[in-house]
């Protein structure tokens, strides 16, 4: 959102299958919801907001553009007001700027917590960013109930060696991933989940049939690594695109850096419950020869699941 000298500009930013499950229940549309999605109070009083776009996207995004008239300097309360109608768990990310590009304020909305307010007036009154722990949060989320990531990171995980080789396979899947996230927000790289997805799939397919065939000559294995992470980073940026992090070219480096910070701290702790069970199970000969293969075996199965899911089924 942009507040300049004569109005205010707001692009919201909703996938489509949030959008449909609203017109479904409402029997509404798109330019109605329009209207409902960001609520805007001064002084007690609601800002009228007009429609000026609504379009969608290669990845079943749907943008609406928005303005409303710039108020008198004052407190400026902003809320959705379809939040609370959305899947349980939606998160809406609003940032508000100046026409210069000082922020004003930053914030996580969410069903439970849907409102809040910045002071618009001159540049130099600017509110500071409070969002960091909302996407570090989020961040261990995603990556805590991402079953195919985790399964991906098991996968690469329960045939390393020692301490040094798992270091070095988090390592290049943590900077593969990393990078690709940067650039899918900043929209240098822009593919769509049609393809992002059933490549995630395949990557944990190949993984485990890797497993399965070439338990012994694994000494690549942080270079395939760091190539499907790529993949995968990817697949982390459509959950800030989704929230409309990206779409304004201020803005973008904090939500990034704690969101991505919080998916490093999710992923490092799963790693340091894998490892050492992986470790002590390879102490044991006969239970390393059975618990490999079947763990590999159950990866190959979900991975194909996933990937013919996305790929007929989507």
Known sequence: MVVGDQDIKAVALFHSRDLQQLIKNGASSYPSLASQILRLQHGGESLPPKVERVESDVNDNVRFQLSYIR???????????????????????????TASGESLGDRLLSARENEFSVFVASASQSRAFSGFADFFLLGIRHILTGYDHLLFLLGILIVCSGFFAAARIITCFTLAHSITLALATFHVVNLSNRIVEPLIAASIVYVGCENLVSRNSLQWRWILTFAFGLFHGLGFASVLKEMGVGESSVGIALPL???????????????????????????????????????????????TFWFVQRVFLA
């Open 71 to 97: 108020p008198p300097p004052g407190s400026l309360t902003v809320s959705s007001g379809i939040i609370g109608r959305l899947p349980f768990g939606h998160r809406e990310f609003v940032t508000i700027r």
């Open 257 to 303: 850096v704690s969101f991505n910070l919080g998916v490093e701290t999710g992923q490092l702790a799963i790693a340091a419950l894998i490892l050492p069970l992986a470790w002590k199970a390879k102490e044991s000969a006969n239970l390393s020869r059975i618990a490999v293969p079947w763990l590999s075996a159950i990866i190959v199965i979900a991975g």
